[in-house]
């Protein structure tokens, strides 16, 4: 990301998720490399889930997730 131009969609992907800046990226390709023909719906879950872990940095923060349930207003 160095020498690269910072976006919304990259800040709320770090300060808002806890993920990677480039979270799309790597999940994208995390995908890409794991997925094949025949998986049932179970692996396709676990693929998804292993994909956003692959991409993860640590934990939301606390009040977006309380505001995404609808227990925190602004």
Wanted: proline share 1%; net charge positive; hydrophobic share 45%.
């Amino acid at each position: 990301m160095a020498g690269q131009v910072v976006t919304e969609a990259h800040m709320q992907a770090l300060f808002g998720y806890g993920m990677h800046p480039d979270a799309d990226r790597i999940i994208a390709t995390y995908q890409e490399s794991h997925a094949r023909a025949g998986m049932t719906e179970a692996q396709i879950q676990r693929l998804v889930e292993d994909a956003r872990r692959a991409a993860a940095l640590g934990r939301s923060w606390f009040f977006r997730r309380l505001y995404a349930a609808g227990k925190y207003a602004r």
